[in-house]
């Protein structure tokens, strides 16, 4: 059974830092794209960074220089990295999977989810 737990989540100040962390389990990891959404309380949820089998990474333009998403090779956990935090980062994130494709999240099938974990930014 595939399992993604996060972990990481806080509160923090405005120009702080978080690290989230998603644990995989029961999934095969030759192939994959993996990424982070989140979810701000009224609004639809987004994503946020992506990363391939092959180490390309993808970002959305609102994180682009802030957040870092890295795995490393035969490691099982998936990272993100928040600097210059925002208080429009507010929000639940996710980590999910799409352990069927080995580039090419654009089209990625995200079938694996987790359970979310809150950040906070205050100003």
């Known amino acids: 059974q595939v399992q993604l737990v996060e972990s990481g989540g806080g509160s923090v100040q405005a120009r702080g830092s978080l690290r989230l962390s998603c644990a995989v389990s029961?999934?095969?990891?030759?192939?994959?794209?993996m990424g982070w959404f989140r979810q701000a309380p009224g609004k639809e949820r987004e994503g946020v960074a992506w990363?391939?089998?092959?180490?390309?990474?993808y970002y959305a333009d609102s994180v682009k220089g802030r957040f870092t998403i890295s795995k490393v090779n035969g490691k099982s956990t998936l990272y993100l990295q928040m600097n210059s935090l925002k208080p429009e980062d507010t929000a639940v994130y996710y980590c999910?999977?799409?352990?069927?494709?080995?580039?090419?999240?654009?089209?990625?099938?995200?079938?694996?989810w987790g359970q979310g974990t809150q950040v906070t930014v205050s100003s």
């Open positions: 999910a999977a799409d352990f069927s494709r080995l580039v090419g999240c654009n089209y990625a099938n995200y079938n694996y």
């Open positions: 990363i391939d089998t092959l180490g390309s990474t």
């Open positions: 029961g999934a095969p990891q030759s192939r994959f794209c």
